[in-house]
C-alpha cells in the first residue's frame, strides 16, 4: 500500500537506492563486477530523470563506483554502455557512458575489443558532440580488430555483416583520412597542415595530455595511422569513399602507410572520376589549403598535382591555377616548410630537393593546362603566366644564374613558357600595340647568351621551337612582319660576331627556321635571311641546309604546307627589284654607287653567299619572264633546276627572256645592271658557280644592256689563264661575246687579242699552268672570232686569227694533249658555227679530210667535244650530190661511231647529226646562238635530212645490238631536233614503227630511248597520227601473239640475258647458240621451243617498257579525247596486267593505269564485267603468267 502512494520522484529514488544497496553489499570483485554488468547502464540511465533529486543521487552512486572500480581487474560493461550510448540522446547519460566506456575498455580481452569494434562503428555518425570520444574509441580498438583477408569473400561481405549504413561509412572515412593527416603539434598551435583548429581539436580530443603518448597508456600514433590506412583498404569501404584518404597515406612518409595508399589509390583510380567538379574542388581546397586550415605538406601536394595533371576539369579552374603558379613563385615560407619555386638559397639540402620537385610538378601542371586547356581559360592565364615564369628565371640571374641556383627548374621553366606562349592568346607573342616581339627577342638572346649548360640550351631551343609552331599559324600585319623581319636579320648579324656581341653561341639557325616559316616566300628580307645563312660558313652545316630549303619555293611550300594545302601551287615570289635593292643596294652605305662598283663591294662583303644571292635573283628574272609570257613554271622539287635548263636549251623560254630583258634594259633598270654586274664580279672575283651563270645570262640579254659592261672586259683576261678548267671555258665565253660587242674600243681589243694570242705558243713545249693559259687563249679566242663574224666585223687577215687558225689545225693533227684537243674542237666548232672559217680555211680536201680524220680518232673514244666539232664542221661544208662529198665523208665518219660503247654518248652523236642534217634549222643550235640578232646563214640543205632519217631508220632496224641501239638513240634526237621539219613530218609513222619495234628490246636503255621517242612522235603528230599511235601501240600491248621477232633474227640476235639458261660451260643467249646447242643435242625442235620463249620473253619485255617516260602520257592524253576515249577494251588486260608476277611489269602497268585512271573504283566498277570475262578466260590460257595475274 505504501508503494501506490508514493510519487513518481520517491519511485525512482527508491530504485536507484536499492542499487546503491546491492553495490554497496557486494563483499567482493566479482560480485561487483556481476552487479554491475546488470545495473550500471539501468543506474547511468536514471541521469536522464526529470528530477534533480533523481539525478543527483545517481552521481553519488557513481562517485561510490568509482571508487570500487578502481582495480584494473574489474571488467565493466562496455558494449551495454557503447549500445545505451547510440540509442540515447540525453548528454548527461552519455557524458558518463563515455566515462564508463573510456575507463573500461582498456580492461577488455583482444576478443572483447574486437567484438566491440562492430558495435563502436555502427551508427556512428550520430555520435554528435561526442563524436571525437567515439572516434577515438574506434582508433583504440583498432590492434584488436582482424581485418579479413584482402579481396577475400569475407572481406567483400564486411560492409553488410557489420551492418555499416553509407552515411556512417563516408563519416569514418572522412575522419579517418582527417587523422591520416594529423600530426600532434607542440605548444599552443592548434592545427597542423590540411587540418582546421576544429579537426585538430577533435582528433586531439581537445587537447587531452598523454593522449599519443604509448608510456602513460596513449596510442601509438604512427601504429594507428597503418592500422587506420588497412582498415581504409579494406572491405568497409568503397573506392569511391576511400580515394581522398588513399591520396592521403600514399603521401604520407613512412613507408607502411604510404605502401598501403599506393595500393588503395592504384584499385580505386580507375573507380574514380578525375572530371568530377566537386572531387577535384577538393584536391584544390587540400592543395592550398581553406580558411584556417594551412595547405597540406609538399610530398602530398605533389601527389595532388598528379592527380590534377590527369584531370581535364581542372584546367578550367583559372583561379586556381594562377595561384599555383603565384604560389610556386613566392618567397619560401617562413619556416622554411616549402620554398617551391622560390630562388632564395637554402642550406637545408632536403627542403632543396623537395623544393625542386615541387617545381617539376607544377611545370608539368602547368604543361598539361596549356595542352587540355580550354582557350577561355589559357587567354585569362597565358600572359599572366608567362610573365611570372620570366620573372623567376630572371630572378635566377640572366643570362648567367646565380650560385647554387636550381638549374632543372630553370630549364623547365623555358619549355613551359613556350608551351603557354602557343596556347595562350595572340597578344603572348605579339603585341597588340606597338608590337615589337618582346619575348621572341628575350628566348633568342636567352639562346645566345644563356650560361647555364647545354641541357638548358636544348630546353631554350625547344621553347623557341615550340614558338615557331605558333607563329607560323599568325598572320602578321605588315607592321608585326616589318618587326619580325628586322628581329631575325638582327639575329643573323649578332651571331656573325659573337664575341664583340658578348654572344656565346649563335642562333642562325633558329633565325633562319623563324624566317621560312613564319614569313612568305615573297618577302625579300626572309630571302636575305636565307642567303645569311648560306653564307654562315663557320656555322653549323644544318643552318646552310636550312637556309637553301628556304630560298626553294618548292621546300618553302613544302615547309608550311599544312597552311596552304587549299592552294599548292599559288606562291607569291620575291619582286625582282626589291629583292636586288635588299640584296645589294642595302648592303652598302653609299646606295649611290655605280652598279659594278656595287656589285664589288657586296662580293667583297658576302663572298661565302655571293653565288647564292646571284643565283637567286637571276633565277628570280627568268621567272618573271616566263609568268609574263604565260609559260608554266611548276613549282616542285626541279624547279630550279627547269628555269635553269629553260633559260639555257629551250626557244620558248629563252624567247621570252630576251623580250623581258629587252623591255627592262630599255627602261634602264638599275636592278637589272646591278644583277648583270654582280654576274660579272663573281666570273672576275672567282666565286664558285658564276661563271656559268654570267654565260646563260649575257646569251640572252640585249646589246643595250650589255654596253656598260664591255668597259670592264679587260677583267675577264686573268680568267682566261685560270687553273680551274670550267672557270676558264665560261670566261672565253663571256669574252667573245662582250669583246665582239659593237661598242668594243678596236684599239683596247686589238690589245687584248695579242695579249691572249701570246699564249699560244705555249701549247707545244708548256705544262701545267702555261698549258692551261694556252687552252683558255683558244677558247677564248675561237668565242671571240666566232662572234666577230656574226656581228659582221673584219678579222680574216688578222695575225691573231691566222695563228689560232694554225694552232687550232697543228693540235688537231699533232698533239696528244687532251685539254688542248679539247679547246682546239671546241674552238673549231665554234668558229665553224658561226662561218668564221670557210672550208677551204681547212685547206684542201685532203687536208680537210685528215683533220675530219683526227677529230674522228678522238671522237670514236667517246670525247663528246670532238663529236660536236664533227657536226660543226659539217657546218661550213656545201651540199653536193656526189657520193665522194666531203659532207657526205664526214657524215660517214659519224655512222661509223655506233661501235662506241657509253650508250649516253650517241646523244652527242645524234645531235651532231641534226647539225649534219639542218645545219642552223636544227633546234638544238637554237640555243646556241648567244647574241642578240636572227639565225646565222650557212651551206644550203636540200636532200641531207631526208639522206639521214632514211639511213637512220634502216638502221634501226638492225640485228647488230650495237648498231640497233645507237641508231634508235640518233632517231631520237632527230625527231626532237628537226620533229617540224617536213621530211620528219612525212616519216613520223616510220619512226614510230621503229620505235614500236624497239620496246621489246632487251636493253633497257632502248626501251627507254624507244618510250620516249614514241611520246615525241605523239607529241609532234597531228591528231590522225596520235589515233594511229596509240590505236597501235594498244593493240601490240594488248596482244599475246608471239610475233615480236619476226623478220628481225640473225646469228647474232640477243634473245635471252647471259647467264638466264646455262649450260654449264656457258650460256644460251643469240640465235647462233640455239643452232649450236639444237645440232649438238640432234633435236631441231629445240629450235622452235627456244623461240618460242624469246618470243615470248619479248612481249613481256616490252609490255615493261610501257610505264617509262612518256607511255603512260601518251595513252593518259588520248583518254581524254582520242582513239581511248571511244574504245576501251584496254582496261580489262590493264586490269590483269597489273598483278603480273614479273615486277617491272606490274610497276609499268600500275603508272599506266594511275596515268589512265581518275577514278578507280568507278572504272572497275563500269568495266566490271568486261575484267571478269577476261580473267575467267585468261586462268585457263596456256601462259603460266596469264593464269597467275588472273588468280591474283
Not at 583510380?269 to 587540400?286: G, S
Not at 608551351?419 to 597588340?432: C, N, Q, Y
Request: with cysteine; hydrophobic share 40%.
Amino acid at each position: 500500500m505504501a508503494d501506490s502512494t508514493q510519487t513518481p520522484e520517491q519511485r525512482e529514488l527508491s530504485l536507484v537506492g536499492k542499487v546503491e544497496m546491492r553495490i554497496a553489499l557486494t563483499d567482493s570483485d566479482q560480485k561487483l563486477e556481476a552487479i554491475l554488468k546488470t545495473y550500471l547502464a539501468p543506474l547511468l540511465l536514471k541521469l536522464a530523470s526529470e528530477y534533480q533529486s533523481v539525478r543527483n543521487k545517481v552521481i553519488t552512486v557513481c562517485q561510490h563506483v568509482n571508487t570500487r572500480t578502481k582495480p584494473e581487474t574489474i571488467q565493466l560493461p562496455v558494449a551495454g554502455l557503447v549500445r545505451q550510448f547510440k540509442e540515447q540522446q540525453n548528454s548527461l547519460v552519455r557524458h558518463f557512458d563515455l566515462l564508463y566506456i573510456q575507463q573500461g575498455v582498456s580492461r577488455l580481452t583482444q576478443r572483447e575489443k574486437a567484438e566491440l569494434l562492430p558495435v563502436v562503428i555502427s551508427g556512428i555518425s550520430t555520435s554528435g558532440s561526442h563524436g571525437a570520444q567515439i572516434f577515438n574509441l574506434l582508433l583504440r580498438l583498432l590492434e584488436a580488430f582482424p581485418l579479413p583477408i584482402r579481396g577475400s569473400n569475407e572481406d567483400a561481405q564486411m560492409r553488410k555483416s557489420l551492418e555499416v549504413t553509407d552515411s556512417d561509412a563516408a563519416y569514418l572515412a572522412s575522419w579517418l583520412g582527417k587523422f591520416l593527416l594529423f600530426t600532434p603539434q607542440k605548444g599552443t598551435s592548434t592545427s597542423c597542415p590540411g587540418l582546421t583548429g576544429e579537426d585538430y581539436a577533435f582528433l586531439n580530443l581537445q587537447g587531452k595530455e598523454e593522449l599519443w603518448n604509448p608510456a602513460a597508456g596513449g596510442l601509438n600514433l604512427l601504429r594507428t595511422k597503418i592500422l587506420a590506412a588497412k582498415l581504409l583498404a579494406s572491405g568497409l569501404f568503397d573506392d569511391r569513399e576511400r580515394f581522398l584518404p588513399a591520396v592521403i597515406a600514399s603521401a604520407d612518409s613512412a613507408s607502411p602507410i604510404s605502401d598501403v595508399g599506393e595500393d588503395m589509390l592504384k584499385r580505386a583510380m580507375p573507380a574514380t572520376d578525375l572530371e568530377d567538379e566537386n572531387l577535384v574542388y577538393h584536391l584544390f581546397k587540400m592543395y592550398f589549403g581553406e580558411g584556417e586550415a594551412p595547405r597540406v605538406k609538399a610530398p602530398l601536394r605533389l601527389k595532388i598535382l598528379g592527380l590534377l595533371n590527369k584531370s581535364v576539369r581542372s584546367t578550367t579552374f583559372a583561379n586556381k591555377i594562377m595561384r599555383i603558379v603565384d604560389d610556386g613563385i613566392s618567397p619560401p615560407s617562413m619556416d622554411g616548410e616549402d620554398t617551391v619555386m622560390s630562388n632564395s638559397s637554402t642550406s637545408n639540402a632536403g627542403i632543396g630537393r623537395e623544393a625542386a620537385k615541387s617545381r617539376t610538378a607544377i611545370f608539368q601542371y602547368i604543361n598539361f593546362v596549356a595542352r587540355y586547356g580550354s582557350t577561355e581559360t589559357l587567354h585569362a592565364i597565358a600572359t599572366r603566366v608567362v610573365t611570372r615564369l620570366r620573372d623567376f628565371i630572371e630572378n635566377q640571374g640572366w643570362p648567367r644564374p646565380g650560385p647554387n641556383e636550381d638549374l632543372v627548374s630553370r630549364g623547365y621553366t623555358y619549355e613551359v613558357i613556350g608551351i603557354l606562349s602557343k596556347a595562350g592568346p595572340r597578344s603572348t607573342l605579339v603585341e597588340d600595340e606597338h608590337p615589337s616581339l618582346d619575348l621572341l627577342r628575350w628566348l633568342f638572346e636567352s639562346q645566345a647568351r644563356d650560361s647555364s649548360g647545354s641541357s638548358i640550351v636544348v630546353s631554350i631551343e625547344e621553347a623557341l621551337s615550340t614558338v615557331l609552331s605558333a607563329m607560323a599559324r599568325i598572320e602578321f600585319t605588315t607592321d608585326e612582319q616589318g618587326v619580325l623581319e628586322g628581329l631575325l636579320i638582327d639575329q643573323m648579324s649578332k651571331s656573325a660576331e659573337l664575341q664583340e656581341n658578348k654572344r656565346l653561341r649563335s642562333t642562325r639557325f633558329v633565325a633562319v627556321r623563324f624566317a621560312n616559316r613564319c614569313l612568305p616566300y615573297a618577302s625579300v628580307r626572309a630571302r636575305w635571311i636565307d642567303v645569311l645563312g648560306i653564307g654562315a660558313h663557320g656555322d653549323r652545316a644544318e643552318v646552310r641546309e636550312e637556309a637553301e630549303r628556304g630560298l626553294s619555293p618548292y621546300w618553302h611550300r613544302m615547309l608550311n604546307g599544312s597552311l596552304n594545302a587549299s592552294q599548292p601551287d599559288n606562291i607569291a615570289f620575291p619582286s625582282f627589284d626589291a629583292t636586288v635593292s635588299q640584296f645589294f643596294s642595302g648592303r652598302t652605305s653609299d646606295d649611290r654607287l655605280e652598279p659594278f662598283a656595287l656589285a664589288r663591294q657586296t662580293s667583297k662583303d658576302y663572298r661565302h653567299c655571293f653565288q647564292h644571292m646571284t643565283g637567286f635573283v637571276r633565277r628570280l628574272i627568268f621567272h618573271e619572264a616566263m609568268t609574263a609570257n604565260g609559260i608554266a613554271t611548276n613549282v616542285d622539287s626541279e624547279w630550279e633546276r627547269r628555269i635553269d635548263a629553260g633559260a639555257e636549251s629551250d626557244e620558248h623560254t629563252r624567247n621570252a627572256i630576251k623580250k623581258h630583258l629587252k623591255v627592262l634594259a630599255s627602261d634602264l633598270s638599275r636592278p637589272l645592271q646591278v644583277l648583270l654586274n654582280a654576274l660579272f664580279v663573281g666570273l672576275v672575283e672567282n666565286v664558285s658557280g658564276a661563271g656559268n651563270q654570267l654565260a646563260d645570262f649575257i646569251a640572252l640579254a640585249p646589246n643595250a644592256l650589255l654596253e656598260p659592261l664591255v668597259l670592264n672586259v679587260a677583267d675577264i683576261l686573268p680568267v682566261l689563264q685560270s687553273n680551274d678548267h670550267a672557270r676558264r671555258t665560261a670566261g672565253a665565253h663571256v669574252y667573245g661575246v662582250l669583246a665582239s660587242h659593237p661598242s668594243a674600243q678596236d684599239q683596247a681589243i686589238s690589245t687584248q687579242l695579242k695579249q691572249i694570242s701570246a699564249a699560244l705558243s705555249k701549247w707545244q713545249s708548256g705544262v701545267g699552268a702555261a698549258l692551261n693559259q694556252a687552252h683558255g687563249a683558244i677558247v677564248g679566242l675561237g668565242f671571240y672570232f666566232s662572234r666577230a663574224s656574226y656581228r659582221g666585223q673584219s678579222f680574216q687577215t688578222s695575225a691573231e686569227f691566222q695563228q689560232l687558225r694554225q694552232t687550232i689545225l697543228s693540235i688537231i693533227t699533232e698533239s696528244r694533249e687532251a685539254s688542248l684537243k679539247e679547246a682546239s674542237y671546241m674552238a673549231l666548232g665554234q668558229l665553224c658555227m658561226f662561218n668564221a672559217i670557210q672550208a677551204t680555211a681547212l685547206g684542201e680536201s685532203r687536208e680537210l679530210r685528215n683533220a675530219i680524220d683526227r677529230v674522228y680518232e678522238t671522237a670514236k673514244t667517246g670525247d663528246e667535244a670532238a663529236i660536236l666539232c664533227l657536226g660543226q664542221m659539217s657546218m661550213v661544208l656545201g651540199e653536193e650530190s656526189s657520193e665522194d662529198s666531203d659532207l657526205r665523208y664526214l657524215e660517214e665518219q659519224l655512222y661509223k661511231l655506233h661501235e662506241i660503247r657509253q650508250a649516253e654518248v650517241h646523244f652527242s652523236v645524234g645531235e651532231a647529226l641534226s647539225y649534219v642534217a639542218s645545219g642552223w634549222r636544227s633546234e638544238a643550235l637554237a640555243t646556241k646562238l648567244d647574241i642578240e640578232g636572227p639565225l646565222p646563214d650557212g651551206p644550203g640543205r636540200n636532200d641531207s635530212l631526208t639522206r639521214v632519217v632514211d639511213r637512220v631508220l634502216a638502221d634501226s632496224g638492225m640485228t647488230k645490238p650495237a648498231l640497233r641501239k645507237a641508231a634508235t638513240m640518233w632517231l631520237l634526237c632527230l625527231v626532237q631536233f628537226c620533229g617540224q621539219q617536213p621530211e620528219i613530218q612525212q616519216r613520223l609513222p616510220k619512226f614510230q614503227t621503229a620505235f614500236k619495234r624497239c620496246l621489246g628490246d632487251r636493253d633497257e636503255l632502248v626501251q627507254e630511248t624507244a618510250s620516249r621517242g614514241l611520246g615525241l612522235v605523239y607529241e609532234k603528230g597531228d591528231r590522225r597520227l596520235k589515233d594511229d599511235l596509240v590505236r597501235d601501240l594498244v593493240s601490240s600491248f594488248s596482244s599475246d601473239k608471239q610475233s615480236q621477232l619476226a623478220g628481225n633474227v640473225s646469228a647474232e640476235t640477243q634473245l635471252f640475258e647471259p647467264g638466264a639458261l646455262p649450260t654449264g660451260d656457258g650460256s644460251v643467249s643469240t640465235y647462233k647458240d640455239i643452232m649450236s646447242l639444237a645440232s649438238e643435242v640432234g633435236d631441231s625442235s629445240l629450235v622452235y621451243k627456244f623461240m618460242s620463249m624469246a618470243s615470248s620473253n619479248a612481249i613481256w619485255s616490252s609490255r615493261a617498257a610501257f610505264g617509262r617516260f612518256g607511255l603512260s602520257n601518251v595513252l593518259s592524253d588520248s583518254s581524254v579525247d582520242g582513239y581511248l576515249a571511244n574504245n576501251p577494251k584496254l582496261y580489262p588486260k590493264l586490269y590483269r596486267y597489273r598483278f603480273d608476277p614479273n615486277s617491272g611489269v606490274q610497276r609499268s602497268m600500275n603508272d599506266i593505269w594511275t596515268a589512265l585512271v581518275k577514278d578507280s573504283a568507278a572504272t572497275i566498277d563500269k568495266y566490271f564485267d568486261d575484267i571478269m570475262e577476261d580473267l575467267l578466260t585468261s586462268i585457263l590460257g596456256k601462259e603460266w603468267r596469264t593464269r597467275q595475274a588472273s588468280c591474283a
